[in-house]
């Protein structure tokens, strides 16, 4: 199956502490996005990256960290710098500019 | 700050044609539109994507005019499982910024 996997489905983590969402894709594609949702509102990108063992900052990267070691794979970290991190994390990739293909979510709840 | 803008939400009944459209005043040159559907806790699934003029697929057509300033999806014959949220997505600010617009809540009732 070809497809992009996010887990865990949910994540509740305790004011102070660092969690990192997982994203791998076997789309072979190059670039992968990370998104900010919030009930009711729309996508925010936080990070993205077009190549492996690059990224760049997105509309509101505080308080995140990413890093692509593999094509596969686009790990998010939520630090303690992030003053509100509940919210509804998706991940996606494509293949260069074309279609993004997203992964089910990851939904974070701090404690 | 220019952001690309949708209205909130739109109401119609099954059978009829929905259209939706995305203001993005401030669209790379080079770059296409795309349109996504999404359900709720649910990823964004992708409907259709264009560069200008008319673009159809089984599901949908997108109409987009020549200055590419906006776009419009058009829906035809909607059913009650079409009732989700819609959002454009483009390039903005000279091609490095992606930008979502702010979504178009659609009901569909019957």
């Known amino acids: 199956d070809g497809g992009i996997t996010q887990s865990p489905k949910y994540l509740f983590r305790k004011e102070g502490q660092n969690v990192t969402l997982s994203c791998e894709q076997n789309?072979?594609?190059?670039?992968m996005y990370w998104y900010r949702q919030d009930p009711g509102q729309g996508l925010r990108l936080i990070y993205y990256?077009?190549?492996?063992?690059?990224?760049q900052k997105g509309d509101i990267a505080e308080g995140y960290s990413v890093s692509r070691e593999k094509k596969e794979s686009f790990p998010l970290t939520v630090t303690s710098a992030q003053k509100n991190p509940t919210a509804f994390y998706l991940c996606?990739?494509?293949?260069?500019?074309?279609?993004?293909?997203f992964g089910p979510g990851t939904r974070l709840t701090v404690l | 700050l220019a952001k690309t803008t949708q209205p909130i939400s739109m109401d119609s009944y099954e059978g009829q044609e929905v259209n939706i459209t995305c203001s993005h005043n401030?669209?790379?040159?080079?770059?296409?539109i795309t349109w996504y559907q999404q359900f709720p806790s649910q990823g964004p699934r992708f409907i259709i994507q264009?560069?200008?003029t008319k673009v159809t697929n089984e599901v949908a057509s997108l109409f987009i005019p020549a200055d590419r300033k906006s776009s419009t999806l058009s829906l035809p014959r909607v059913s009650l499982s079409d009732t989700a949220v819609y959002y454009c997505?483009?390039?903005?600010?000279?091609?490095?910024?992606?930008?979502f617009g702010t979504g178009t809540q659609l009901k569909v009732e019957l």
């Open positions: 996606a990739s494509s293949a260069n500019a074309g279609e993004q293909f």
């Open positions: 789309l072979n594609h190059d670039a």
């Open positions: 990256s077009q190549i492996v063992n690059d990224f």
């Open positions: 401030n669209i790379a040159t080079n770059d296409y």
């Open positions: 264009g560069y200008k």
């Open positions: 997505l483009v390039r903005t600010g000279g091609g490095n910024k992606l930008t």
